[in-house]
Every structure is written in C-alpha cells, then in structure tokens.
C-alpha cells in the first residue's frame, strides 16, 4: 500500500498542473434557462479568440455547435451576460 502513495502522488501533481485555454462565454442577457455547447463540430460556429481567451457566443436558443475543441485541465471562465446593444456585464 505504501508503494500506492507516491505514484498516486504523481499522478495528481501531473493532472493538476494542466490548464486550459482561457474561455469567455457571452450569454444573451433576456436568455434563462441551461446552455448547452456541442465542441468540436466541424459544422459549428468558427473558432473566436480575443487577447487569448477562447470566446463562446451562445446564440438566444442556448445551444451552441464549435468547431472548438473542449477543454481539460484548470479552466480560467468568465461569463459574461450581452445587452441588444452589444455591452457587457460580467456574470457572478
């Protein structure tokens, strides 16, 4: 049992050290209800970065088809709720 320690002591460091690509998602701000991204479709909406950070505009039904692959690791979000105007007002 002791020898299950420091290999599972690895593995965590190794899992744990890596981060995704930063990711904003820009929501409708009449919009309630679950959203729901469907990653990596090449029929999708195309890939959207801005200063680094991998940008979902999820349209008024939710449901939003990327060519973006999903993430793994520690993922930096940021939500965001989008006015008729285009202003952004940062989600808690």
């Known amino acids: 049992m002791n020898k299950f320690f420091p290999i599972a002591g690895f593995l965590l460091t190794i899992a744990c050290s890596q ?3 930063p990711d904003e998602y820009l929501i409708p701000a009449d919009f309630a209800g679950k959203v729901n991204i469907l990653f990596g479709r ?3 909406a195309t890939k959207a970065y801005e200063d680094g950070w991998r940008v ?3 349209p008024p039904d939710g449901i939003l088809v ?5 993430t793994a690791g520690f993922v930096d979000r ?15």
Do not use: E
């Open 19 to 21: 981060k995704a690509a």
């Open 42 to 44: 090449s029929d999708g």
């Open 56 to 58: 979902y505009q999820i």
């Open 66 to 70: 990327t060519q973006l692959p999903a």
């Open 78 to 92: 940021k939500y965001f709720s989008v006015d008729p105007a285009g202003g952004w007002t940062p989600l808690k």
